[in-house]
């Protein structure tokens, strides 16, 4: 009788001090293990009973409860884009990493006319801007950025006059 109260005692001690971390992701899901570390872009995690480090962007992640201390940290808000009009709230990536966890969904571009009485700040600007509302317009709330680029048009390196830069931009769109 003293083996068997014995054996259900270390059980329970041992499912009390094994409690797992939960991940809770902005789609919905939810992570079941052992939170390694907390990066600068990156949670780092191990699977429950498996490791294996596995890595999400910071920006897939909403909130992570601590198994062991029952401590919450926050890690994102959610970021909801419902249309076009909402391509202020996109947000541009340039570490491959912040896109773990998300789902790729196509590329995108922005750009500047040929002809444009923008200043190359300007066009800039509103090359940005018109990859953000491209992404907007698909739902996503992301752009990893691929290529920058600033065609002088008038074929001299000396300061871009007014109309003389168009911008280009490129991307790959992600959502939750």
Known sequence: ?????????????????????KIYMHNGKTIEGT????AEFTVVFKYA???????V??????????????????VSDKIVVNSKDDWEKVVV????????????????RGKTAFINY???AGSDKKAQQKLK????????????????KDLNLT????????????????GVAYKY
């Open 1 to 21: 009788m003293k083996k068997l109260l014995f054996i259900l005692l270390s059980l329970v001690s041992v499912s009390v001090f094994a409690q797992n971390d």
């Open 35 to 38: 939170v390694v570390r907390v």
């Open 49 to 55: 009973n498996e490791d294996a480090e596995q890595t």
């Open 57 to 74: 962007g910071k920006y897939a992640v909403e909130k992570i409860i601590y198994g062991k201390s029952g401590r919450e940290e926050q």
């Open 93 to 108: 990536l340039e570490d491959k990493s912040q896109v773990a966890g998300l789902v790729k969904i196509e590329e995108v």
């Open 118 to 120: 923008r200043t190359a």
């Open 133 to 148: 509302e491209e992404a907007a317009a698909k739902g996503c709330q992301f752009i990893l950025m691929t290529s920058d």
């Open 155 to 170: 074929g001299s390196n000396s300061s871009a006059s007014l109309g003389s830069t168009q911008s280009v931009k490129k």
